[in-house]
């Protein structure tokens, strides 16, 4: 018997048992192989590549635009302090706070991918908290208001009147910004308090006389 | 990455044509091995083969240790897995129907159509019967459905009812497996051999 034949009717005979040995070995690998942390979302490049982006950051102008359209597709979340959000917010906000973003009923307005989200604070930094960590998490469709409520107030709200040497786009988004304005109510305060003004200020001169008088004395 | 089509790598529009394609394979393979003739079916209840319970038992095992290798690997993520609801008492009686329908008629589902695919006799009677069964069940489920819901448990796994590592459980599973085949070996031995 040749040394071939010998080998060959030995794996013949044990193959079932060499098998065997291999599967069993490779479950044991799965029970010793080292345990690492999973981490769930989008892999850390893509983070950076988000973060690093402006994309996500919508325009006072376009969320005013949408909002006016009755966009359908459009979700509002207010990211600051309950308090702050009872106050004053935009219009069918939901109020959304980080500490919130694991309670299961918030989170499911964050993670969908059928609204656009739009993540506002006072400024951009209470969204942005929110908006890292939906973008950890690979959720779609979130935005930041840029500059948030601050900006909304200074552009929407109370828009600055552009000097006389800008281009025409700048007379045309200020007429925009007036219009937007008086559809959240501007319009109707402000005729209140141009005709309250004039009636206060007849009695509003008398007592700023009389601050003006110990101002003058110090 | 993985799974390829819920993570869009694929278009979810090939999932039928993958299944087809899929089951086409799996029906050729178990032609192939033999899978079609009804004795060799019921040669796992008399002892004298157990090439379904070997085949069936290394499937499930290769494709755990594979998954979980991959998903160890990253290359396929195992949560995003579907994993049919567990209907216990239901599940426990209907495995006893299909037993005794398997011990009886000599086939399951997949290798019945396999049997006809060939032209047998047999596994077309075995069809037909599988189709009256379906009939009767689809038509009396308004009865049967308190019973049915009853023990709905959810989408568990072994790894949620024992609450252990998948991986001591695959290896459990394995060494069942290693156990089974050697002692359905022993059995084959002491059994008297039967040609077919």
């Not at chain 2, 567990?86 to 019945?112: E, H, K, Q």
Request: proline letters at 4%; one cysteine or more.
């Amino acid at each position: 018997m040749s040394k071939r034949y010998k080998s060959k009717k030995f794996l013949v005979k044990t193959r079932y048992i060499i098998l065997a040995t291999i599967l069993f070995l490779l479950a044991l690998g799965l029970v010793l192989l080292p345990k690492y942390q999973k981490n769930e979302g989008i892999n850390p490049e893509l983070f950076v590549i988000n973060a690093v982006s402006t994309e996500r950051y919508i325009s006072t102008d376009l969320l005013a635009d949408r909002i006016i359209n009755q966009d359908p597709t459009l979700l509002l979340i207010d990211t600051r302090p309950e308090k702050e959000f009872n106050e004053f917010s935009l219009p069918n906000a939901v109020n959304i706070q980080l500490k919130d973003f694991f309670n299961e009923e918030l989170n499911s307005y964050l993670d969908q991918d059928v609204y656009d989200v739009i993540l506002f604070s006072n400024d951009n930094f209470y969204a942005n908290e929110v908006w890292m960590l939906g973008n950890r998490l690979g959720y779609k469709n979130l935005f930041v208001l840029k500059g948030g409520l601050n900006e909304w107030f200074s552009t929407i709200i109370n828009p600055k009147y552009p000097d006389e040497t800008m281009p025409r786009e700048a007379f045309e988004l200020y007429d925009f910004r007036k219009a937007a304005g008086m559809y959240f109510g501007v319009g109707v305060t402000k005729t209140k308090s141009e005709e309250k003004p004039k009636s206060k200020k007849k009695v509003i001169t008398a007592p700023k006389k009389k601050k003006r008088v110990p101002e003058g004395g110090c | 990455m993985g799974p390829l089509i819920p993570n869009g790598l694929i278009p979810v529009e090939w999932n039928f044509v993958i299944a087809i394609l899929i089951g086409i394979a799996f029906g050729y393979i178990m032609e192939a091995t033999g899978f079609s003739s009804s004795r060799k079916l019921a040669g796992v209840f008399y002892g004298y083969d157990f090439a379904v319970l070997k085949v069936f038992f290394t499937s499930a095992v290769v494709a755990v240790i594979g998954l979980y290798y991959m998903d160890y690997l990253n290359f396929v993520d195992i949560s995003q897995l579907y994993v049919q609801p567990t209907y216990l008492w239901a599940a426990v009686i209907g495995g006893m129907i299909m037993g005794v329908g398997f011990l009886a008629g000599g086939f399951c589902p997949g290798t019945s159509l396999c049997a006809v695919a060939i032209g047998k006799i047999d596994g077309m009677v075995f069809t037909v019967g599988l189709m009256i069964g379906i009939f009767i069940f689809s038509e009396s489920f308004s009865v049967l459905e308190p019973f049915f819901e009853s023990s709905n448990l959810g989408h568990i796994t072994l790894v949620d009812s024992l609450g252990m590592s998948p991986y001591w459980i695959i290896l459990i599973i394995t060494s069942i497996a290693l156990v089974a085949f050697a002692f359905s070996d022993w059995v084959r031995s002491k059994v008297k051999k039967v040609f077919y």
